[in-house]
Structures are given as structure tokens and as C-alpha cells.
């Protein structure tokens, strides 16, 4: 039991699963619930109307946040390049909430504060075994 509750590295199965779990959903939902609709946006030709929260305009902003809600959480999705994928979504997610429902009610947070929280879980337990990562760059076993 003591091995489930504390596993004693990452390639633990528990921490495997857990990783994969929150990958996909986390993942999955941040590229059709958010990044999908940005990339729309700028396929649509339409004039960009997007917030500039920290001063580098708005069509760069929308770009960004594309780069991160879209193509990052591919990446994580697929395990690949998993731990740095996950800083821009990290930053983008502080970003919401702390500069754009900064003065919104905790509703409003919410959701960019669970998205922070789970990506920074990604960040610390790495894609586990069931990733790109893990097929394409384990480490060797030592042979002596």
C-alpha cells in the first residue's frame, strides 16, 4: 500500500496513469474548449478583437495564447516535450487569472486557476511512461 500512496519515481504505474489521465482531459479540453476557437479566429480573417493584458498588442497576444492553448496542449497530449510545453499554458492561465479576472468574482477565476493548478501537477509528476517522452528519450538501463 505504502508503494501506491508514495511512489518512489516517476515511472511508478500510479504516477503513469495519473499523468496520462490528466494529459488527455486537461489537454483534450484546452484545445477544443479554448485554443480551437482562437485559432478561428485567426484563420477567419475577421479584425482581431483580443485582450492585451500585458502590453505586446492584441494580435500578438492572440498568438500567443493560440501557441499555448493549441499546440502546447498537443504536445501534452501526447507526452512529447511535456515539461516545457506546459509553462506557457501555465503562464497563459496566471495570465486569466490574475490580469484578466483580476477583479472578477472567484466564478470567473475559476477555471484558469484549475487549469494552472493541474498543469503545474504535470510540470512536477513529468508524463510518466504512456508519453513520447518516455518512448523516445528514457533513460538507458546500466548493465554491469
Not at 95 to 124: Q, R, W
Not at 127 to 140: E, M, N, R
Amino acid at each position: 500500500m505504502k508503494r501506491i500512496l508514495y511512489p518512489a519515481h516517476s515511472d511508478h504505474p500510479v504516477i503513469s496513469w495519473s499523468s496520462l489521465i490528466l494529459r488527455i482531459v486537461f489537454g483534450l479540453s484546452m484545445i477544443f474548449g479554448h485554443g480551437w476557437r482562437k485559432l478561428m479566429v485567426i484563420i477567419g480573417g475577421d479584425p482581431i478583437k483580443f485582450a492585451d493584458p500585458i502590453g505586446l498588442g492584441e494580435a500578438t497576444s492572440l498568438y500567443l495564447a493560440v501557441f499555448a492553448e493549441l499546440f502546447c496542449a498537443l504536445l501534452i497530449v501526447i507526452g512529447l516535450f511535456s515539461r516545457g510545453a506546459v509553462i506557457p499554458l501555465i503562464i497563459t492561465m496566471l495570465v486569466a487569472l490574475l490580469v484578466i479576472h483580476g477583479s472578477d468574482p472567484f466564478s470567473k477565476k475559476e477555471m484558469a486557476l484549475l487549469y494552472a493548478a493541474v498543469y503545474f501537477c504535470i510540470l512536477l509528476l513529468g508524463p510518466g511512461k504512456f508519453s513520447l517522452d518516455h518512448f523516445l528519450f528514457k533513460p538507458k538501463q546500466r548493465t554491469e
